[in-house]
Structure formats: C-alpha cells, structure tokens
C-alpha cells in the first residue's frame, strides 16, 4: 500500500472516531442547558444559539494561525492538537454549572480545536492532486459516519446514563483519536521552498493564499455551506420536541433523525468524490447545491418526526456532494506547501458561517417560528447555488470556467 494511503487509512479512522464523539453532545446541547442555572433573561433559543455560535466564532479566529504554523512545523502535531485539546474541554463540559459556564468552555474548545481542518490539511498534504477528490470523499466517509452514529447513541445515552457521562464518553473517543494518530501516522514533513525565511509570517502567507487562483470564490461557497448547515443547530431538537412533546425521547429521535442524513452523506462522499475528479469537482457542487435547497423546503411542513426523518436523511445526499467537492476543489487550487494555511482559513471561513447559522436559526424561532428556520435554510443553499453557477456556466465571451481550468 502507498505511504500516502496509508496516512489516509489511519486519518479516516481518527476523523471517524473524534467525530463520534463530538456528535454525541449535538442533539443534547439545548436540554443540558435547559436544566442549567443562567444569570440572564434570555430565552433557550436565544441560549441555544450562543452555545453553538460561540465555539465556530473562537475556531473562526484560531484556525487561521493554526494553519500557518501548521505549514512551518507540520501537520501531524496540529491533528493531535485538535484532538487532544478537545478531549480535555469535552471532559470540562460535563461539570459545567451554569449556562455561563457552558458558553465559556465552548469558547475555549473552538480555539484548540478544528479536528476537520487539521485532517484536511493533512491529507492534502500527502495525496496525490489527481486523487485529490478520492481522498477527501474517504476522509468524509470517517467524517460523516461518525456523525450518522453519534448523535443517535448520543441521544440514547444521554436519556439512559445522564449528560454528564454523554461529555465525559466524548472525552474518550477523543482522547483516543488522538493517541491513534500520534502512534498510526508518518508524516514526512519537509517545509516548502517558496514560504518565507525565518519565523511565522502570518499575514503574508494569509495574503498569498488568498490571492492564489478562484481560492476567494471557493472559500465563498464554504462559507455559505457551513450557514445553511448550522442554522438548525439549536432549533432542530426543540422542532423535534414540539412534534413528539409526550415522548420523553426527544433527544434519540433528534439523534436518529441527524445520523440519518450523515448516514445517506456517508453513502454518496466517495462515489460523488470520484466522479468530480472525471467531470469536475465544481459541477458536483452546483448540482449538490440545487438539490439541498429544494429538499429544505418541506421539511417546514413536516407534521411528525418520520416525515422529518425522511426529508433530512434526502438531504444528506446533497452534503454528500457539497462537501468533498468544495475540499477537493480547495486542495488543487492550492499550491503544495499551503495546505495547513489554506485550510486554516478555509475553517475560519466554515467557523464564521458555523457562528451565523445558529444565530439565524434562533432568530428564525423567535421572532417568526420553528418552521421558518427550514425555510431560511433553504434560502442560504439557494445563495451557494447562484455562487457555485458561476464556476460551471462560463462568462458569454466564451472563457473556459476558472474553477475547470485549475483542478
């Protein structure tokens, strides 16, 4: 087996187990603080959003300088980093004694961790360009299959056991992530010719990748990805609750109704992954982008938990392709060398949509209702599908699209 497959194998495994236990805390977050004191007056929409929105705001502002450091002194310390680091907050969070004390914690986890972009930047790293696609598909198979198991026996482990032992399981998986990559992964880093000499020079490496290709236009459509998926963060358990409020098992359906679409994700990462590298990793993404913003839609109507289960896990399929597309396309518009400063921005960029959604979502409940919330949804995917159409259908002169032409 290649060296870099490899370092993909280990980095699938890793990026399935952390993600495991960092689902597990998704579909609980909304009640843990429900039974929390908090010294404000604030609604548990309102709460709910900045438990969310604080910990993509703190990553959003860290992740950048991770990725610089990460491209001087490799990428392999960065990924224990991530892991490690959020091994140690998880555990915190079960011992929280206040809301105050949750929002705080989750500050602090966004800025040790961003597991994804540490990954991503790895792999980039040692894989092949034309590969580029397969890699990042696999590397989402870890991913999104973590996330289709752990909100599910989150959800059921926190109705049997207690919230408390859900964070402190979270803190485990992560710790075992992490141990797996330290003692799994080879990375023979060597430090790019072109970066500059001496120390860390962030805001010229920042300036670099930012003017390297149609990269702006890509980290534009990640940003608007990570808006339209985060912005049922906090409303979809408590959406979920008002359709079953007798059931007493709102956190498993929550969880069941989220593995589900990671599940259907997780089916259609790699397939989709390889067919972007024949036709084009940014048709992909067009194509994935309609799809999602017509199957939000009716999920405003659902009447009962199995509808909603239904229309999520439908799109699913959509993230499935949305998502290695965009990191693919990332990676080949970057030059070698760049990987941990191009994906450092690109978490930054997917933090600061990850900030936003949440709190459109739980304006979304309060000011309008629940339902509304999957209709904003449907209008950011409807935002990206406008972004992504520029990158498949060229300008009238006839131009080749600057997307093809570089990956």
Same mark, same amino acid.
């Given at each position: 087996m290649p060296s870099w497959k490899r370092t993909l194998a280990v980095m699938v495994g890793a990026q399935f187990t952390s993600s495991l236990g960092l689902s597990f805390i998704f579909p609980i977050l909304p009640f843990y603080i429900q039974g929390l004191r908090s010294s404000t007056n604030l609604s548990i929409e309102a709460l709910a959003g900045l438990v969310f929105s604080v910990q993509a705001l703190t990553m959003a502002i860290a992740s950048p300088f991770w990725g610089v450091i990460a491209d001087r002194y490799g990428r392999k310390p960065m990924v224990m980093r991530a892991m490690l680091g959020g091994a140690v907050v998880s555990g915190l969070l079960g011992f929280a004694g206040s809301v105050e004390q949750v929002i705080a914690l989750r500050a602090l986890q966004g800025t040790l961790t961003g597991v994804v972009a540490a990954a991503s930047a790895l792999v980039a790293a040692v894989c092949p360009r034309d590969r580029m696609g397969y890699a990042m598909g696999w590397l989402q198979v870890g991913l999104w299959g973590g996330h289709a198991a752990g909100p599910v026996l989150g959800g059921i482990l926190?109705? #049997?056991?207690?919230?408390?032992?859900?964070?402190?399981?979270?803190?485990?998986?992560?710790a075992l992530s992490g141990v797996s990559v330290w003692l799994g992964v080879q990375e023979p880093f060597v430090r790019a010719e072109h970066l500059p000499p001496g120390g860390l020079t962030f805001l010229r490496d920042w300036r670099?990748?930012?003017?390297?290709?149609? =990269?702006?236009?890509?980290?534009?459509?990640?940003? #608007?990805?990570a808006v339209g998926r985060s912005t049922m963060g906090p409303v979809l358990p408590l959406f979920v609750l008002a359709l079953a409020p007798a059931s007493g098992r709102a956190g498993t359906f929550t969880g069941v109704i989220v593995g589900a679409e990671f599940a259907v994700s997780t089916l259609t990462a790699v397939s989709l992954g390889r067919l972007g590298d024949r036709v084009g990793h940014a048709r992909i993404a067009f194509a994935s982008a309609v799809f999602a913003t017509v199957f939000y839609i009716p999920q405003a109507l659902a009447q009962d938990v199995w509808q909603l289960l239904v229309l999520h896990a439908v799109t699913g399929a959509a993230l499935g392709g949305l998502i290695p597309s965009l990191s693919a396309l990332l990676a080949r518009q970057s030059r070698a060398g760049d990987e941990g400063c191009a994906y450092g921005i690109d978490s930054s960029v997917a933090a600061a949509g990850r900030a936003v959604g949440p709190? #459109?979502?739980?304006?979304?409940?309060?000011?309008?209702?629940?339902?509304?919330?999957?209709?904003?949804?449907?209008?950011?995917?409807?935002? #990206?599908? =406008?972004?992504?159409?520029?990158a498949v259908f060229p300008p009238r002169t006839g131009e080749t699209p600057p997307t093809e032409r570089q990956g």
């Open positions: 926190s109705d #049997l056991a207690g919230f408390r032992v859900t964070f402190l399981v979270t803190a485990g998986l992560l670099r990748v930012l003017t390297t290709g149609r =990269i702006a236009v890509t980290l534009l459509q990640r940003f #608007l990805l709190l #459109l979502g739980a304006a979304c409940a309060v000011w309008f209702s629940l339902r509304v919330a999957f209709l904003a949804t449907s209008a950011v995917f409807a935002l #990206l599908t =406008i972004v992504a159409a520029r």
